[in-house]
C-alpha cells in the first residue's frame, strides 16, 4: 500500500456520544450564527444570549457564547448565513478525545459549562 492510499478520518456525526437519553431526549435542533464558519461534528457551542443563537464557545467572548451549553452533532457550514443544526444540549455522555474546542477555549472551563447542563465529559 503506498502512502497516498492512507486516509485519516475526521471527526464523525453524532461519533462522540457514549451515551445519550431515550427518545431523543438528548438533542434539540438550533440555529448556528452566521460567520461563525465551518464547525465540525464535536465542536463544544455556546449560546449568544441576544440572538438566542450558537457558536463555537470561547472564553473570551463577552456574549453568553463564553459559556458552553451543546455539543454540535454534525458538519455545518455558517460562513455566510445562519443554518439550522442539530446538538446534544442535556442528558448524555460524550467522549472528551472527540471534542473540538475552538481555540481560546480552555478544556476545563468547557467542560464545566457542559456539566451544568447535564453533559458529562468522559
Do not use: C, W
Amino acid at each position: 500500500m503506498a502512502f497516498e492510499d492512507i486516509r485519516t478520518e475526521g471527526p464523525r456525526t453524532l461519533g462522540f456520544v457514549l451515551s445519550e437519553a431515550e427518545f431523543g431526549r438528548s438533542r434539540d435542533e438550533v440555529v448556528i450564527a452566521s460567520g461563525a464558519g465551518v464547525l465540525e461534528p464535536g465542536t463544544v457551542l455556546g449560546k449568544i444570549t441576544a440572538s438566542g443563537k450558537f457558536k463555537a464557545a470561547v472564553d473570551a467572548s463577552v456574549d453568553g457564547s463564553e459559556i458552553a451549553s451543546a455539543v454540535l452533532g454534525h458538519r455545518v457550514d455558517a460562513t455566510d448565513s445562519d443554518v439550522p443544526a442539530v446538538v446534544i444540549a442535556r442528558a448524555a455522555q460524550v467522549k472528551k478525545p472527540e471534542l473540538v474546542y475552538a481555540a481560546g477555549a480552555t478544556a476545563n472551563d468547557m467542560d464545566a459549562g457542559l456539566k451544568a447542563v447535564g453533559i458529562i465529559v468522559r
